[in-house]
C-alpha cells in the first residue's frame, strides 16, 4: 500500500513557475513507477508526465514539453514537477499517481494503483 500526499500547489500569474511535490509513504518508491496527471473543471482527467523510477526516464504530454520538468528524489521517496512558463490553459487539480508495472512508461491513468487527493494549480491570465 501506497499513500501519496500532494502540495505546493496556489495562484499565480501567467508565466509565473510553481513545483509540485508529492511525497510518498508505505511500500519503497522503486517499487513504483510516478505519474503527474490533472483534471480541469468539466474536463476529463489528462496525463501531464511520468517518471520511471530506476533510470529517472520521463515522458511528457505535448502540451507541456519544454515547459515542464518531472524528477524524482529517492531519499525523500518524493516526485516533483517543476511548471514554468504557466498558462492560463495549465489550470487544473494535479495529481499524483503510482503505477506497479515498472518496465513501461503509461500515459493511461486506468493502469495507476494509488493516487493522491491532489492540489490546485490556478494560472490567472
Known amino acids: 500500500q501506497v499513500q501519496l500526499v500532494e502540495s505546493g500547489g496556489g495562484l499565480v500569474q501567467a508565466g509565473d513557475s510553481l513545483r509540485l511535490s508529492c511525497a510518498a509513504s508505505?511500500?519503497?518508491?522503486?517499487?513504483?513507477?510516478m505519474g503527474w496527471f490533472r483534471q480541469a473543471p468539466g474536463k476529463e482527467r489528462e496525463f501531464v508526465a511520468c517518471?520511471?523510477?530506476?533510470?529517472?526516464?520521463?515522458l511528457y504530454v505535448d502540451s507541456v514539453k519544454g515547459r515542464f520538468t518531472v524528477s524524482r528524489d529517492s531519499a525523500k521517496n518524493t516526485v516533483y514537477l517543476q511548471m514554468n512558463s504557466l498558462k492560463p490553459e495549465d489550470t487544473a487539480v494535479y495529481y499524483c499517481?503510482?503505477?506497479?508495472?515498472?518496465?513501461?512508461?503509461?500515459?493511461?491513468?486506468?493502469?495507476?494503483?494509488?493516487w493522491g487527493q491532489g492540489t490546485q494549480v490556478t494560472v490567472s491570465s
Open positions: 499517481a503510482a503505477d506497479r508495472v515498472t518496465t513501461i512508461l503509461r500515459r493511461n491513468s486506468y493502469y495507476y494503483d494509488y
Open positions: 508505505g511500500r519503497a518508491f522503486s517499487s513504483y513507477n
Open positions: 517518471i520511471r523510477w530506476s533510470d529517472s526516464s520521463t
